[in-house]
């Protein structure tokens, strides 16, 4: 589960970044308008990713249902 979020959030950061770039090469005047929701993207990307490393953490160490399983 960590693995397949890692993966892809890289995907969907390596592919928003590739399009920036595109989009500034085009437009060079939009650079400052596209970096400032490429970078608020890119910790929303992140976040996701690490929330989920959390539930599976929490799940794999922490798991509220092995108490009924143990019984």
């Not at 995907?11 to 400032?36: D, K, V």
């Not at 490429?38 to 992140?46: N, P």
Request: with cysteine; glycine share 14%.
């Amino acid at each position: 589960m960590i693995g397949l979020g890692a993966a892809g959030a890289c995907i969907g950061i390596g592919i928003m970044c590739a399009s920036f770039l595109e989009g500034a090469a085009r437009q060079p005047e939009m650079i400052p308008a596209l970096q400032g929701k490429v970078f608020l993207l890119l910790g929303l990307i992140d976040a996701s990713f690490i929330i989920g490393v959390g539930l599976a953490m929490m799940f794999a160490f922490a798991n509220p249902l092995l108490s009924v399983v143990a019984k």
